[in-house]
């Protein structure tokens, strides 16, 4: 007869087995989230153009501070770049509050209500970036506030690689 914590190391294995975490260097497999507008976004299909994913929350002090410099990074380079903001865990009005302050329109905003990439990701926290090559690759994955040299860079490295 197993144990308990046995059994729980056999389910957890095997959850974990089933949905591993995506690292640097994988591909992104076919996955979905309700957009702000109430529609399935679907993942990373028509990927024809680099992508830097953006995980918030609207309460989160450096997602604040990092808003403007992401705004003004989705504005500048929309044709090079598709920046996606997934907010964790909140709702439509709060949300939509957030990108109307930033100002952050330009970008395509998605709800993660359920953690469901931030765990295929392996977010921890917020604000997190990650970038994606045009071949659905994760080339990079950034903790913490991001600045606008940093972008730069990261946009540099996403049109480069392959």
């Known amino acids: 007869m197993l144990s308990i914590p046995v059994i ?21 497999p076919e996955t979905s989230l309700t957009n702000l507008q109430g529609t399935i976004f679907h993942f990373p299909s028509h990927l024809n153009k680099p992508v830097i994913i953006n995980f918030f929350a609207t309460w989160c002090p450096p997602c604040q501070s990092e808003a403007p410099t992401l705004a003004n990074f989705a504005k500048t380079h929309a044709k090079q770049i598709k920046l996606i903001m997934v907010d964790r865990r909140e709702g439509p009005p709060l949300v939509r509050q957030f990108i109307d302050t930033y100002h952050l329109q330009g970008t395509t905003t998605l709800l993660d209500q359920n953690n469901h990439w931030a765990t ?5 926290g917020q604000p997190e970036t990650i970038g994606i090559d045009t071949k659905g690759v994760i080339r990079f994955h950034q903790l913490g506030p991001e600045t606008a040299s940093q972008l730069d860079d990261d946009l540099t490295m996403l049109l480069h690689s392959h």
Do not use: E, W
């Open 8 to 28: 729980s190391l056999v389910i957890s294995a095997r959850l974990h087995h089933q949905n591993p975490t995506l690292k640097v260097g994988d591909k992104v």
């Open 120 to 124: 295929l990701f392996g977010v921890t």
